[in-house]
């Protein structure tokens, strides 16, 4: 069978492929050419997910920290966070696999990212087109909707950038633990004061 990559190089495979509605899914480590600076095909465009948080902050509709928790038992791999004070949690690269019959297949790369709390699939701007980036999307969605709610995964990252909305930014410490999302302030506000 053989198989054309488009608008990446592929580095490596990480994790366990898995299919949806025909769709191979492919985590990997990729560079995507000319990657598209926001996401589209929003998670909460497809599903809503339970967020119950402890911590100094709701999360409210920062659906990053469910998706975080689930790929790890979807697709048997963690991904990595760089804590440098960026305001997303994810930036996971996957390959769309859509075969052509039994000797073809064209796979597409695209990174699932969070920016401004929402959650979404980012592509090249090469292509596909929006038939095929929807039908991912789709697939995509599909499949953590399904298998992830029961089986999410403990997790912690650090180095969050925050901004409340009312002056205030910070870093937080964000995660998943004994059933619960978190998001700690990891600033002290009394040295903070203090200075």
């Known amino acids: 069978m053989g198989l054309v990559i488009r608008y990446a190089s ?99 790369p695209f990174a699932c990212t969070d920016g401004c709390s929402a959650t979404g699939l980012a592509f090249s701007r090469l292509g596909p087109d929006g038939g095929v980036r929807a039908r991912i999307a789709q697939a995509f969605w599909g499949l953590l909707l399904t298998e992830g709610p029961g089986r999410l995964a403990e997790f912690s990252a650090a180095g969050i950038a925050f901004d409340t909305g009312d002056g205030y930014e910070t870093e937080l410490e964000v995660g998943y633990s004994r059933g619960r999302f978190y998001a700690q302030d990891m600033r002290d506000p009394l040295s903070e004061e203090a200075a």
């Open 10 to 108: 592929l580095l490596g495979v990480v994790g366990e492929p898995r299919c949806s509605d025909g769709v191979w899914f492919v985590p990997a480590r990729a560079e995507i050419e000319d990657p598209e600076e926001s996401s589209a095909h929003l998670l909460q465009d497809y599903g809503l997910v339970a967020i119950p948080c402890d911590g100094d902050f709701e999360l409210g509709e920062a659906d990053g920290v469910w998706v975080r928790a689930a790929i790890p038992s979807v697709f048997h791999y963690t991904p990595l966070h760089v804590a440098d004070g960026r305001s997303f949690l994810l930036d996971a690269a996957f390959f769309a696999v859509l075969l052509d019959g039994e000797h073809a297949g064209v796979a597409y």
